[in-house]
Each structure stands twice: as structure tokens, then as C-alpha cells.
């Protein structure tokens, strides 16, 4: 199994400008995460999703758009990007049910913007 | 989600057994206690998670106290691998929780 799985791994934005980080995990977990980590800092939960059709906004919403229209994806939208959203960003996923189970995270995509 | 509590720091020697403690007073009967660690750069990594027994696997053991207030995390031969940021996190259980916070764990620093 491949887990999760985040692209790009590295990109560099200009101020303005769009994009999307992709992730998609094939583990058939029901929740799914997004993190932003500033450097020395601790990880804030951006979006989440618990399931196909369902999100609902973390601790840092503002400026992200994110969509989940099938269980194995859950992409992240950057509208008119800012330096400030300079970070590195994990995608996780879990699943959730009438027992506990782990997340597993990607390795990350980190993303500049000058 | 209940809050926890766990030093900025520590140090440990390699071969040595490091204890990474966490306090989370304001647990909630249902509420489980997980284990991350974050080696620089890298995903977060689970460890291992209890609800009031001690568990034991491959990575580490957890020992909860009998209250549940306060929980160790006990890697048995620290290593420089595990030189990491580890995280406690507390969270309902039988799927009523919905996010997954993560507050600002501790550094261990495995020293040669």
C-alpha cells in the first residue's frame, strides 16, 4: 500500500497566484486531515474531512478551499496565494469508527511564496 | 478534546531508556491517549495509544496512571533515530471526535 500520498513535494508560488495540493490515500480511511507547520512551530489543523461530501474548517481556514469529492482524495486549494502561507503542509488520513485507529500522514509538501 | 501538557525539552543519553511525560488532567472517561513523534521534516509518526492500561509494542510502552490524569511515554533503548518532537494527544473515542489537534510536544534530543 502506498498510504498517503501528497504532490507536489516542493513548489514555489508567486504572490497571487493559485494552486492545488493533492492527496489521496488508499487505506479507505473515512477521515482526512490538512496541516500547515511554520518552521519551529507545531502543526495547525486547516481542514478536515469525515467523509466523501463532508469538511468542515480547522484552526487556520482562512485562504484555503478544500473539496472531497471521493473517500481516497482530499485536495487543498490555494486562492491568490501570500507569503504568509509560506509552510510546509501534511495531508492525513484516519479511519474513525467505534474503535480508535492511528493517522498516518504524507511526507509533506513544502511551499514558498515570494 | 482534553488539553494535555508535556515539557519543551529533554535530553537522553543513547542506550538509555527516555521517559516523555505528559499531563492531561481533564480527561474524559472516554478519552484516549495517543503518541506521535515528528522527526525533523518528516510526517508525523504514531507510537502506540491506551485508554487505561499500559500497552507495549514494537516502539514503546505507555503507562497510564490509575487516575488517567498523567501518562509516560517510555522509549526502552533511546537511539539517535529517535531524536524527534513527540506528541500527546487525548481523544474521545468510539468516533465522536472529529479533529485531531496536535499541541506543541516535547524535543527529545538523544545525545551520543
Known amino acids: 500500500n502506498a498510504g498517503v500520498t501528497q504532490t507536489p513535494k516542493f513548489r514555489i508560488l508567486k504572490i497571487g497566484q493559485s494552486m492545488t495540493l493533492q492527496c489521496t490515500q488508499d487505506?479507505?480511511?473515512?477521515?482526512m486531515y490538512w496541516y500547515r507547520q511554520d518552521p519551529g512551530m507545531g502543526l495547525k489543523l486547516i481542514y478536515y474531512s469525515v467523509g466523501a461530501g463532508i469538511t468542515d474548517k480547522g484552526e487556520v481556514p482562512n485562504g484555503y478551499n478544500v473539496s472531497r469529492s471521493t473517500t481516497e482524495d482530499f485536495p487543498l486549494r490555494l486562492e491568490l496565494a501570500a507569503p504568509s502561507q509560506t509552510s510546509v503542509y501534511f495531508c492525513a488520513s484516519s479511519y474513525f469508527g467505534n474503535w480508535n485507529t492511528e493517522a498516518f500522514f504524507g511526507q509533506g509538501t513544502r511551499l514558498t511564496v515570494v | 478534546d482534553a488539553k494535555t501538557t508535556q515539557p519543551t525539552s529533554m535530553d537522553c543519553a543513547e542506550g538509555r531508556a527516555a521517559n516523555l511525560p505528559c499531563n492531561h488532567s481533564t480527561i474524559s472517561g472516554n478519552e484516549y491517549v495517543y503518541w506521535y513523534r515528528q522527526i525533523h521534516s518528516q510526517g508525523p509518526q504514531y507510537i502506540i495509544h491506551?485508554?487505561?492500561n499500559n500497552e507495549t509494542n514494537e516502539m514503546a510502552s505507555l503507562i497510564i496512571t490509575e487516575d488517567r490524569k498523567s501518562s509516560t511515554l517510555i522509549l526502552p533503548h533511546a537511539t539517535l533515530r529517535d531524536t524527534a518532537v513527540y506528541y500527546c494527544?487525548?481523544?474521545?473515542?468510539?468516533?465522536?471526535?472529529?479533529?485531531?489537534?496536535f499541541g506543541s510536544g516535547t524535543q527529545l534530543t538523544v545525545l551520543p
Open positions: 491506551g485508554l487505561k
Open positions: 487505506m479507505n480511511h473515512n477521515y
Open positions: 494527544i487525548v481523544r474521545p473515542g468510539g468516533g465522536s471526535a472529529r479533529q485531531l489537534t
